[in-house]
């Protein structure tokens, strides 16, 4: 049985890939930060259905917090799939954005990214077989009003994605991003209402955390080996 992580598992996308993986036979390992209790709560869900899953809590931002939970994780077995999806919002104008709003974003997504995956990488590459795959934004392809921060974070994974990508390939590890655009979690709720969601969005309509989730399972499945060092983003024809 193949072992995947997923950070920020709890989250709407999050729970939503960590059920997609579960039915595709892999042990997911949910992870959260503060919300353990939602994590503990998925886990049990999906073992209830079947599946395998047990939570895991540790800070992405914290370097030899996270190094030792993913090592104890690694006594077990490689991890061969692992899903960067924590990530954060402190928005504001450039203008008046405070420094530790820059920090705590780009903290997150892109340091967290190097936190949880530079552990994670060389099991893979002995086992000769690995997928990781970064959720990133629509924000880091078409930039957003208030989000430079999380904009520069997430396009920062691009090129981490894409470079890792090549260093990675030849030993049978795919390293993808998925960018979404406006998909209906709780987090878009104060954001956008249905008429401007209808406006904006040529499908006319929010996206599923289920649809951007089919799009990770892929990623992570064997059928997806020959694609790598690829942004392929899922937002209604929206860019």
Known sequence: MKRALVTGGSGGIGAAICRRLALQGCHVLVHAHRNLAAAQQLAGEIARGGGSAAALAFDVCEREAARAAL???LADGPIQVLVNNAGIHDDAVFPGMRPEQWSSVIDVSLNGFFNVTHPLTMPMVRA???RIINITSIAAITGN???V???AAKAALHGA???LAL???SRGVTVNAVAPG???TGMIAGAFDPQTIKKLVPARRAGKPEEVAELVGFLASDAAAYI???VISINGGLA
């Open 182 to 184: 406006i998909i209906d």
């Open 228 to 230: 790598t060092g690829q």
């Open 128 to 130: 000769r077989w690995g």
């Open 145 to 147: 009003r208030g989000q």
């Open 161 to 163: 994605t894409r470079s």
């Open 167 to 169: 260093e990675l390939a």
């Open 149 to 151: 921060n999380y904009s």
């Open 71 to 73: 090592e104890n994780t």
